[in-house]
């Protein structure tokens, strides 16, 4: 239950999706077929009234992949349930988890100050077609994982309409990098860094040699991540820690390593299996859920 600043992600990471993981994998041997209810429980994992912080933010995880895990064996019950400091009193705690064990209704429940949250999915229509733009000429941009479909688009869209300067952070090296990729910059005219995202010593050499070369950075975009799609009950724990870290390491190092300097806009690209989970991607929807 500490934060993720006093254990470390890394620790957060091991303590929730992980550990739920390794909880799942065990109970394939010991319970043959018996329905099986898993309940998590954090602690101000999610911002749900005005004064949250959402500080435990890590446990997110969770959420992606209980959605997953019922999709492909629906003899899991899973549920997930934030409380508040005044939750986690003794005297309302198990009655409280007597309460949910009992209701299986909703997957994500929450507690503040007594009252009980429940997680819905709500529509809302946008333009398809921003007024105007974030981007600005001028100013330098880092794009981690640029050089994907979604990644491309974006670099795309930002030198067709600005004179901005466009910095790549991808995990291969130039000269691995498919002709696509390599033409794009070249005629875009940006430039590409080649550095492992999960890993801090790397990303921070990384991010320090921009700052030395370039001075300010003014926008971060995280379009990074890894897909090695397999049903749990095949799936190994290298693959799944793989598929977890550029997502949540990455995004928590580039925060920690910029959190100083005078952005304008900081977007991290996440997924609809997120919300809605999907079989063969539990590790996937984790790290998006993040």
Known sequence: MNSVKESGIEQEIENGVVALYKIFK???????????????????????????????YAYGALNGFSRSLMKEMNRYCMKIIDLDETSMEQKYIISLLKT?????????????????????????????????????????????????????????????????????????????????????IRESKIEYYSCNISDYSSIKNCIDEIKQEYGSIHGIIHAAGIVEDQYLINKQLDSFKKVLSPKILGAYYLNELTKDEALDFFIVFSSIVSIVGNSGQADYAAANSF
């Open 100 to 184: 949910e064990m009992s209701n299986n209704q909703k997957l994500l429940i929450g507690y503040r100050n007594g009252s009980r949250f429940v997680q819905k999915v709500q529509s809302k229509e946008i333009k398809s077609e921003c007024e105007k733009t974030v981007f600005e000429d001028n100013k330098q941009y880092i794009i981690v994982g640029g050089m994907g479909g979604i990644g491309r688009k974006i670099i795309s869209k930002i030198t067709k309409n600005t004179n901005s300067h466009i910095i790549v952070i991808g995990r291969k090296k130039r000269e691995e990098l498919n002709d696509i990729a390599d033409c794009l």
């Open 26 to 56: 065990g109970s394939l041997l010991k319970l043959d077929k018996a329905k099986i209810r898993i309940m998590s429980v954090t602690k101000d994992c999610y911002a749900i009234v005005e004064q949250d912080k959402g500080i435990n």
